[in-house]
């Protein structure tokens, strides 16, 4: 006889598992199917984001910037460094060690919150009276029922036409994390968030790393200022970037791989590496989800189709995160997880994709909330912004990291804080304040006039808004 419980959340990554965790804490009989597994085969909840992606990349961007900044910014210091080296398996040892943390984390806070666990994968079966049939496949197959169903099932690296990724020549992130060595020549395919990342990484570990983008400008979702800004930074920093190239055959040989393109300006070109990353978007995660045994829609993209609530066209079935519409990042996703349970329980949560937070984790750390001046300019809305560098900032001074600057971009009219965009230190977590603004609809004159603690980098938020009205004090 299969268990039956109020709610069945399919995927444990970032909306899953904060899902099926809210549901418990609200009360609800839940259980969570996820089918990552570790090295010993044993669970691994946190779907790409703890296992392939969010966190181990940061631990891999930690590790790296350590080296750099001892091969190139301890003796201003006055530290002395001798004999630097680099040992790539420790350095992988402790990016594992932290993803299993962050596994055994996840299934301490299950058994926490009553959250029952199921290690396999979880499809649809049929719909029967007051909810689903739920197929887990895993060691033995079994089946489960449940009145309300949460798919969270994410996201999956998009392969180049007719070029499957080897995990060995030819990365996804997934293999973009596990190089065993420093390749001498690694080429990236595409210059967004894991693009950047992970060529950052292989550069300050002594790779000579070459990013194609097929796109004419840098990080188009990004402030065009603040792009410029952190474009400038990391061709001194010596990542080599093309634009407006067009990828045509992707050879992978003992050898490395060899890439033909054409450049923007209509030149035959071809470049062989070691390796080769290939990041050029994710797409949303239904295979195997036997969607069509239910009659769930999906969009033209593949996705889950939802409401602005996260509802399907299926009464008590729910889809989050990547593997629906919206920005894919692991903090949406969890914000939409937790609004979820809660609309299950009654309650009226809300979801702002205006206020969503995006950060890239280079150095310069890139992050921005709202909208840009691209963006307000393309609907004809009025506004004023102000900007203050990194250079003029004394905590950024002693910290010895001066590059870039902070943006504040207000409404001309009512001063309300419409975009914050910053490039430069701790960029990641400076961005909160900006969110919480957003949250409240503060204007510039509000952040302008809050204190700040003298010396911090946070400074130069205010310092920014402060120019929005042309009065900044330091600059």
Request: charged share 20%; proline share 4%; hydrophobic share 40%.
């Amino acid at each position: 006889m299969s268990k039956n419980f109020d709610v069945i959340v399919i995927g444990g990554g970032p909306g899953g598992y904060i899902a099926a965790i809210r549901a418990g804490q609200l009360g609800f009989s839940t259980a969570c199917i996820d089918e990552w597994k570790d090295s010993k085969g044993g669970p691994a909840p946190g779907g790409t984001c703890t296992n392939v992606g969010c966190i181990p990349s940061k631990a891999l961007l930690q590790s790296s910037e350590h080296f750099d900044h001892a091969r190139h910014q301890f003796a201003a210091h006055g530290i002395q460094a001798q004999g630097l080296g680099i040992d790539v398996a420790k350095m992988l040892d402790r990016k594992d060690r932290i993803v299993r943390q962050n596994n055994e984390g996840i299934l301490y806070l299950f058994k926490k919150n009553k959250v029952t666990f199921f290690h396999g994968r979880g499809s649809f079966a049929k719909a029967i009276d007051g909810g689903y049939e739920i197929r887990v496949a895993g060691a033995s197959e079994q089946t489960i029922t449940g009145t309300n169903v949460i798919v969270a099932t994410g996201s999956t690296a998009r392969a180049l036409p007719g070029v499957d990724f080897d995990e060995k020549l030819v990365l996804s992130n997934d293999g973009a994390l596990r190089m065993p060595t420093v390749p001498d020549k690694l080429g990236v395919i595409g210059s967004g968030v894991i693009g950047l990342e992970m060529g950052s990484v292989w550069r300050r570990l002594g790779s000579d790393v070459t990013v194609l983008e097929a796109l004419p400008a840098f990080l188009g979702a990004a402030d065009e200022q603040i792009a410029k800004e952190a474009l400038k930074a990391f061709t001194k920093q010596g990542l080599k970037i093309e634009f407006g190239i067009t990828v045509g055959a992707v050879q992978a040989s003992p050898e490395g791989v060899q890439v033909d393109y054409t450049d923007a300006k209509g030149g035959a070109r071809t470049l062989a590496f070691d390796r080769l990353i290939v990041s050029i978007g994710r797409v949303p995660n239904t295979t195997g989800l036997n969607a069509e045994a239910v009659g769930l829609r999906l969009d033209e993209r593949g996705a889950i189709a939802v409401d602005d609530e996260c509802r399907t066209n299926l009464p008590g079935v729910w889809a989050v995160g990547d593997v629906v519409r919206g920005p894919m990042l692991a903090h949406k996703a969890e914000e939409e997880g937790v609004a979820v349970a809660e609309r299950i329980a009654g309650q009226h949560p809300h979801v702002d994709f205006n206020t969503v937070p995006w950060v890239i984790y280079t150095s310069p750390e890139i992050a921005w909330v709202g909208q840009t001046e691209q963006q307000l300019k393309a609907a004809g809305r009025s506004y004023r912004s102000g900007t203050f560098p990194f250079l003029a900032n004394g905590r950024a001074r002693a910290l010895g990291d001066t590059t870039g600057l902070a943006k504040v971009i207000a409404d001309a009219q009512t001063d309300e804080i419409l975009g914050v965009h910053i490039v430069g230190p701790f960029a990641s977590e400076l961005i909160a304040e900006a969110v919480v603004a957003m949250e409240f609809k503060a204007s510039a004159e509000d952040i302008a006039r809050i204190c700040h603690a003298h010396p911090s980098l946070s400074e130069a938020t205010k310092e920014a808004a402060l120019a929005v009205d042309k009065r900044s004090l330091n600059f």
